[in-house]
């Protein structure tokens, strides 16, 4: 497979989610580079405004085994990652896997749980393994975390650790539908009652997990420039060094960005980088890794402006 055939088949997912999808571009085209860049997408906004469907539709485009947790205040790591049972019978152990064990994993709500219970994904996120009594268990290789949340002013929300927020490759934030989009969505789905089937609504799967191996193999043949690589390394060293940011980006962010690029580019039908590539994926990148000073704060500047000023300060390479 080659770029190309990789840009065709990010345009039949596209078309298959813009069957019951209503709007929502960007969000598919940031799940498509995760997806090819081997990363994990938080997804934030309000409720009703499609995350689950979102992410439900996408699983069924891909043709993956599906697994949804829905976070709660007293869901603990056990219930995420499975339990050891005694068999009397037998006198032996038996892993009862827990929902984890999945290929695309929707983490609904993620920030309804405490740190405790968000923290059994930190291994399964990073390493694609998790560790019960002392034993690594292999999850699969195409592993992906979708997970959601509601805006954190909300009540009955725990905020995400940051070492949580930085295996996130994107933060996504959805606002409500245009007026016509909105009218769209009642029209199509007012009709109906319960919650949509992706299946049942006609989504049909576009590509398998061989297609899928093919195109990340297609996905590591596109180049990186040395100038790119600087430009990078450039923006992600600037969070760092403003006085508006408390906190910047960590060295996984820059290899993140890096990679998040690539599969940009292989998305775009190109067997190399631009700097646009790197300019239009920098903000959900970035977004949620870094920290606004109190300075800032009092300001009231947002992370957001102070991020899209960082893009703006950086020069890119031409």
């Known amino acids: 497979m080659n770029v190309d055939e990789v840009r065709q088949i990010a345009g039949r997912i596209r078309a298959e ?17 995760a997806l090819f ?43 995420i990652l499975g339990v050891n049972l005694y068999n009397f019978q037998t006198g032996a152990f038996s892993l ?13 709500e993620i920030n309804r749980a405490p740190p405790k219970t968000q923290a059994a994904l930190l291994e399964a996120m990073q390493e694609r393994r998790v560790t019960l009594d ?19 002013e909300q009540q009955g929300v725990y905020p995400l650790p940051e070492a949580q927020l930085d295996r996130f490759l994107f933060k996504h934030v959805l606002k409500y539908p245009s ?3 909105e009218r769209v969505i009642v029209a199509t789905h007012g009709l109906r009652t319960g919650h949509p089937d992706p299946a049942e609504l006609g989504v049909s799967p576009v590509i398998d997990g061989a297609g899928l191996a093919e195109a990340a193999q297609a996905v590591s043949t596109i180049r990186l420039n040395d ?18 940011l408390e906190g910047g980006a960590s060295p996984r962010a820059a290899a993140m960005l890096a990679s ?5 580019a292989a998305l775009d039908g190109r067997d ?44 890119a390479p031409r």
């Open 17 to 33: 989610m813009a069957k019951v999808v209503v709007g929502q571009v960007e969000t598919v085209d940031l799940l498509l580079t």
């Open 37 to 79: 860049a081997g990363g994990h997408v938080l997804l934030e906004g309000p409720p009703g405004v499609a995350k689950t469907f979102i992410a439900q539709c996408f699983a069924r485009t891909l043709d993956l085994d599906f697994g949804r947790i829905q976070f709660t205040p007293d869901l603990m790591p056990g219930d």
């Open 96 to 108: 009862r896997k827990g929902p984890i064990f999945c290929e695309l994993l929707l983490a609904d």
């Open 134 to 152: 002392g034993t690594l268990h292999t999850l699969s290789a195409r592993f992906m975390t979708v997970a959601t949340q509601n805006p954190i």
């Open 179 to 181: 007026a016509e989009e």
């Open 227 to 244: 100038a790119v690589i600087d430009y990078v390394v450039a923006l992600v060293r600037a969070t760092r060094e403003t006085a508006d």
């Open 260 to 264: 998040a690029a690539r599969a940009r």
């Open 272 to 315: 190399y980088v631009i700097p646009d590539d790197v300019k239009a994926l920098a903000p959900p990148v970035l977004r949620h890794r870094v920290i606004l000073s109190s300075a800032a704060e009092i300001e009231g500047r947002h992370t957001e402006g102070v991020v899209a000023g960082l893009i703006e300060q950086v020069e």
